[in-house]
């Protein structure tokens, strides 16, 4: 247990429904990613925010995608009209300003039925 | 950020030490090697990073080869926990997001 949870840890949703996935990062983080992992690959970087700031997006987080973190704590990630290929495994990590390391959450793994 | 290159897997005795080699042979000056493992169904985690210098802690070592296109993780007494994804990963100083490659599934055998 890295202190990084995430919730749910699994979800599944028809297609076209919305869904919303929590990250609560270890307390003194200021800094916090979101990962997208689909079977048999390594994770993919999606976004990531220092404080409340969003400072970085891929190109993978497409407009039925997006993310907040309102007070600088937990962060929220929403899919919009999922569709089949928005199944995977998003993960979490949260990190010091400055530290090299990034922690990791245990993931929410979504199915899109 | 620089590519990196591992072998897809890698079989390892229980006890013995596990070699795993990275090439990232377009390294730039400011670019650290980070290695991260992922154990089934579980999120990555940290293992060790450096940027020229050999490093070691409390789970494993780095060699970096003085040109720096290489490097080895060095597990020194494998154990059946150490059957993960391992991840070689090229980042800049300052850069954020780590780019996971397909990593070498290290399987452990008793």
């Known amino acids: 247990d890295t202190g990084v949870s995430q919730n749910p840890r699994h979800k599944i949703t028809k297609r076209g429904q919305n869904v919303t996935f929590r990250c609560d990062p270890i307390?003194?983080?200021?800094?916090l990613y979101w990962y997208r992992q689909t079977l048999g690959q390594g994770p993919e970087f999606l976004t990531y925010?220092?404080?409340?700031?969003?400072?970085?997006k891929s190109r993978l987080l497409s407009d039925r995608f997006s993310a907040e973190r309102p007070k600088g704590s937990f962060s929220t990630l929403e899919i919009q009209r999922t569709e089949q290929g928005d199944s995977a495994m998003y993960l979490c990590?949260?990190?010091?300003?400055?530290?090299?390391?990034?922690?990791f959450g245990p993931g929410t793994r979504l199915t899109v039925l | 950020d620089a590519k990196t290159t591992q072998p897809p897997s890698m079989d390892c005795a229980e006890g013995r030490a596990a070699n795993l080699p990275c090439n990232h042979s377009?390294?730039?000056?400011?670019?650290?090697v980070y290695w991260y493992r992922q154990i089934h169904s579980q999120g990555p985690q940290y293992i060790i990073h450096?940027?020229?210098n050999n490093e070691t802690n409390e789970m494993a070592s780095l060699i970096i080869t003085e040109d720096r296109k290489s490097s080895t993780l060095i597990l020194p007494h494998a154990t059946l926990r150490d059957t993960a994804v391992y991840y070689c990963?090229?980042?800049?100083?300052?850069?954020?997001?780590?780019?996971f490659g397909q990593g070498t599934r290290l399987t452990i055998n008793p």
């Open positions: 990590a949260s990190s010091f300003h400055g530290g090299h390391e990034q922690f």
């Open positions: 307390s003194e983080h200021n800094r």
């Open positions: 925010f220092q404080n409340e700031a969003q400072l970085e």
């Open positions: 377009t390294i730039s000056g400011n670019e650290y």
């Open positions: 450096g940027l020229k």
């Open positions: 990963i090229v980042r800049v100083e300052g850069a954020q997001k780590l780019v």
